[in-house]
């Protein structure tokens, strides 16, 4: 079992809200969100009960890839502001007991960044991986455009130049191949600790690291990988013991071990999410190997044991007290919780279960008032993968009063997310808050019973009673939870002792002749003397 680390004290009692910058509130009314907007918006994320915000990229950056193409890790984009609007939203924040976190674009740059302009002028610069071989691999490498000449190995797409942090193995055959301890890459883990220092020192909370495994290259069970970013830790628990790193990994059983706090349950790779949530919509699962169950699923098309099994596998390689896995509403590159044949109603039991499972909890912005995954838009700063694979969909503007549109107009310095869902029934926040009836409304129930009931909290026991519909586990021994997401009614039998037991949170569920009978798409927290 592994040693526990330090953890950071309000991390594990956390629920994180994402906010994708472009669209989560606009502020100055140029067509595109920004800090302005995001704090006019902060008491809302207050009201809510979030404990922390997490930003997807704000730093500098032309924007090929929606600012997952950094050019300049140290300044906030004009766009959004100015590194100071980020330090007044960091300490508005604070004051509602509300922490920040960043996304950490390590592996990558924009190829527009001063680095990569002064290694493809340098032949001596180890800070990018480039070779002069005409015969490279189609599709990783990409032609340098400086005096340097050859090849640079690209991280994602052709603009995002992968930052040298060396090679697990060498190969005479390509001596282009680093070590782990060469110069270029060493240089490169200091820059790391440099640019989280400086956002530490201006209040950031943490960072969310995007493409956490990417580092290292042919890094076979990404060891190496993993021997860096226990370096990094090691140097966080000396030096920011109250920060916090999460990764962009999707396997937990490896990378919170391997230094990260927590790590998410991703779309791709793991097939935990997909198991849960996947509608076939948006983000393929193809290439993944999905089968097309899913136990969210209003036909009721698969169990959770697929779930399950990823669950236990990570909670036993991270040990008591040695991390967290993250489980995501969804995310800026992976379809809302509302999507395909899955409805707002619907969604009100996947909440009760992200609410009251033991893990580290994130909603993605807008997915608390059940805005739909709108299919078929145009590509918006490198948003559209593949034809199976468009993320635009995800990333549209919160609307926050009722009205036409989804938001945001197309005055600004890009056509963002137009034509819109031309449902005149969307969802918006305001409407939402007066209903106590509404989605918005029960999420912030669940967040309070959560933050209220520490059995509901990652450090409460876990016991799981059933693996079918409805889904049933005991948490802390004391709060029974059920839940059955498919159309159809389904029961269980009650555990000994639970015959009496209250209701403390519940929809469509009722006990009778010792079983608990929850209706299609109900849900309910109970709990004993």
């Not at 697990?168 to 782990?180: C, I, K, L, T, Y």
């Not at 069970?221 to 030096?239: F, I, K, N, P, Y």
């Not at 992976?334 to 909890?361: D, K």
């Not at 049933?472 to 939870?481: E, M, S």
Request: glycine residues 10%; contains cysteine; charged residues 20%.
């Amino acid at each position: 079992m592994p040693t526990p680390r330090h953890q950071p004290s309000w991390l594990a009692d956390s629920v994180l809200y994402q906010v994708y910058p472009q669209s989560f509130a606009d502020g100055n009314g140029d067509g595109v969100g920004d800090l302005a907007g995001a704090l006019e918006h902060l008491d809302h994320l207050a009201w809510l009960g979030v404990d922390a915000v997490w930003f997807s990229p704000l730093f500098a950056s032309p924007f090929a890839d929606a600012g997952y193409d950094v050019s300049d890790y140290l300044s906030v984009a004009p766009r959004y502001g100015t590194n100071e609007d980020l330090v007044a939203f960091v300490d508005a924040a604070s004051s509602r007991g509300i922490r920040v976190l960043l996304d950490l674009v390590a592996g990558h740059t924009s190829d527009q960044h001063p680095w990569f302009r002064e290694w493809a002028d340098d032949p001596a610069d180890g800070r990018y991986i480039g070779h002069d071989r005409v015969g490279r691999p189609a599709g990783i490498w990409c032609p340098v455009p400086g005096a340097r000449g050859g090849y640079y190995q690209l991280n994602f797409y052709p603009c995002q130049p992968a930052l040298n942090f060396g090679y697990a193995r060498q190969d005479p055959a390509e001596p282009w191949r680093d070590p782990v301890d060469a110069p270029g890459p060493l240089a490169n883990r200091q820059a790391l600790k440099d640019v989280m220092a400086h956002w530490f020192d201006l209040g950031v909370s943490g960072f969310r690291v995007d493409m956490a495994a990417s580092l290292v290259k042919d890094d076979p069970g990404h060891v190496e990988t993993g021997r860096l970013w226990t370096e990094m830790r090691s140097w966080l628990d000396a030096t920011y013991p109250d920060a916090a790193l999460l990764s962009e990994w999707g396997e937990p059983a490896t990378s919170v071990p391997a230094g990260f706090h927590a790590d998410f349950f991703l779309q791709f790779g793991n097939p935990a999410l997909r198991a849960l949530w996947h509608t076939g919509t948006g983000t393929s699962d193809a290439a993944w190997g999905h089968d097309g169950r899913f136990f969210f699923d209003p036909e009721g098309s698969g169990g959770i044991d697929v779930f399950l099994r990823e669950w236990r596998r990570a909670t036993e390689a991270i040990g008591v007290g040695g991390g967290h896995v993250a489980l995501p509403s969804a995310n800026h590159d992976y379809a809302r919780l509302v999507a395909g044949p899955r409805t707002a109603e619907q969604a009100r039991a996947a909440f009760a279960f992200l609410l009251t499972w033991p893990s580290l909890p994130t909603i993605y912005m807008g997915d608390e008032i059940g805005m739909r995954y709108v299919e078929d838009l145009p590509d918006v700063e490198g948003s559209i993968l593949s034809p199976t694979n468009n993320r635009t969909g995800s990333r549209t503007p919160i609307q926050w009063e009722p009205g036409p549109g989804a938001g945001f107009s197309t005055a600004g310095e890009a056509d963002f997310y137009l034509p819109l869902d031309p449902d005149p029934h969307r969802p918006d926040v305001a409407t939402q808050r007066a209903d106590e009836s509404s989605l918005l409304r029960l999420v912030r129930r669940l967040v309070a019973l959560r933050r209220e009931t520490p059995a509901l909290r990652p450090g409460g026991d876990l016991e799981v009673l059933t693996e079918d519909y409805p889904f049933a586990y005991v948490r802390g021994g004391t709060h029974l939870v059920v839940v059955n997401p498919r159309r159809a009614e389904a029961s269980t039998a009650l555990p000994d002792g639970w015959a009496a037991a209250d209701p403390v949170l519940v929809e469509g569920v009722r006990t009778e002749g010792g079983r608990v009978v929850v209706d299609g798409f109900g849900f309910g927290v109970l709990t004993r003397a």
